[in-house]
């Protein structure tokens, strides 16, 4: 088996179990109070929240900024800081999201809070339990995707990096599995990806971050972005098509879009001379399609470009 996960370099500084703990109580009694009002309400106050975090969290507001400037030239500073306001807002909002999901969302009521939209045939290929890789960003509230799988009884792993802080980690890991969404830690997947595949179950990746100098770049928003390679190499090696899609928020409230956008079959790179980087290219572009809908619903503070590519670091030297 080809290892197609990278590990990480760096050993793990050293936590304070009591102050991970006190943290994770904070969160417990945070949540405890957002429970005692309703969702909507909830969610304004996220709004609120997001454009305080946008006018002190100076660091994060640059970045997006100068993100957003790179992305898109032509809009005016007016534009570029009503898009990245409401970006933080949403951030604000998909963690009010994760907690009330699971309280609130039912096999018999879910049409309130959601529409499919172009499913059809990647929820085929799932009940063929042939193998299949989903694919989304960090784009409104990308884990319902998840959630909703599970939920009708899919057989669904989602690849995530774990928490720093084991407490909350442990909590969310339950929240995020208790209607049958699987989750595996990013740096243990290698060993369990061929019982998986054998399963014929979906993959689920988020599929924006920064792959460091090892990975395959792209262009995403006209600039080079370092990408994973394993997403490709998965692919390739299993013969999986790939499902490329988003959920979508709608206005304010705790209703989404669940659109699939791209579906890349594996006829698609078998003649192509350079099929990792053709593979890649295609989601990243099908991704950047679907942000480009509705800008204001990407996490523009995320630290997509930090690599730069090897031509790039030279003429800078």
Not at 26 to 37: E, N, S
Not at 154 to 173: G, H, K, M, T, V
Not at 209 to 217: D, E, L, M, T, W
Request: hydrophobic share 40%.
């Amino acid at each position: 088996m080809v290892s197609v996960f990278q590990k990480p370099k760096t050993k793990k500084k050293q936590r304070n179990a009591v102050l991970d703990w006190l943290a994770y109580a904070g969160v417990r009694v945070g949540i405890f109070i957002m429970y005692l009002f309703p969702i909507r309400w909830n969610l304004q106050t996220g709004c609120l929240l997001g454009t305080v975090m946008w006018k002190y969290y100076k660091r994060g507001r640059k970045r997006a900024l100068d993100n957003l400037r790179a992305s898109f030239p032509d809009k005016d500073q007016a534009w570029l800081e009503q898009v990245g306001r409401r970006s933080f807002q949403q951030v604000v909002m998909l963690a009010i999201d994760i907690f009330f999901t699971p309280r609130i969302v039912r096999k018999d009521n879910w049409r309130h809070y959601c529409v499919p939209r172009n499913i059809e045939r990647v929820k085929w290929l799932m009940q063929q339990q042939r193998g299949l890789i989903l694919l989304t960003a960090h784009y409104a509230n990308f884990e319902i995707i998840g959630y909703m799988m599970g939920l009708f009884g899919f057989n669904i792993y989602s690849i995530a990096r774990p928490l720093d802080n084991p407490y909350i980690n442990r909590y969310l890991y339950g929240i995020r599995q208790r209607k049958g969404q699987k989750i595996i830690d990013k740096k243990g997947a290698t060993e369990q990806i061929d019982s998986i595949i054998a399963e014929g179950a979906t993959l689920g990746f988020i599929a924006d971050q920064n792959a460091g100098r090892k990975g395959v770049f792209v262009d995403f928003f006209g600039r080079k972005a370092s990408t994973y390679k394993s997403i490709g190499l998965l692919a390739m090696q299993y013969n999986l098509p790939i499902g490329i899609g988003c959920s979508r928020r709608v206005g304010d409230r705790f209703f989404f879009e669940i659109e699939c956008t791209r579906l890349i079959m594996p006829e698609e790179w078998a003649d192509k001379p350079d099929p990792l980087t053709w593979i890649t290219q295609q989601y990243t572009k099908a991704i950047e399609d679907f942000i480009r809908q509705d800008p204001t619903q990407y996490w523009w503070l995320h630290r997509r470009w930090k690599t730069r590519p090897k031509e790039e670091r030279r003429a800078q030297s």
